[in-house]
């Protein structure tokens, strides 16, 4: 059975610093692109960064030069390392891989960024 597990999420001061992990098993995704997505209340689900097999990067505008995303192939596992946090970046964050013409998600991790 194929998963991606994300984990990291909590509770966060508006300017902190938060990791989040999401790893994959049932198959390797060393061969396809990985991507964070997140979804706030009332709001749809967007693109929040993506990583090549290759470790080319795309961050959507709203958190460049704050987010960085990263892969270890070795341990099929994609990481988004969130600095200088804002209440704005308060969501669920998913995890997702599409491999052969099928979409992979993960069940979700809350962040939330609040004094």
């Known amino acids: 059975q194929v998963q991606l597990v994300e984990s990291g999420g909590e509770l966060v001061q508006p300017g902190g610093s938060l990791g989040l992990s999401c790893a994959g098993s049932?198959?390797?995704?060393?061969?396809?692109?990985m991507s964070w997505y997140r979804q706030a209340p009332g709001h749809t689900r967007e693109l929040v960064a993506s990583?090549?097999?290759?470790?080319?990067?795309n961050y959507a505008d709203s958190v460049k030069g704050r987010f960085t995303i990263s892969r270890d192939n070795a341990k099929n596992t994609v990481y988004l390392q969130m600095n200088s946090l804002k209440p704005e970046d308060t969501a669920v964050y998913y995890c997702?891989?599409?491999?052969?013409?099928?979409?992979?998600w993960g069940q979700g991790t809350q962040v939330t960024v609040s004094s």
């Open positions: 990583i090549t097999p290759g470790s080319n990067k």
């Open positions: 997702y891989v599409r491999k052969f013409e099928l979409d992979y």
């Open positions: 049932g198959t390797s995704f060393s061969f396809s692109t």
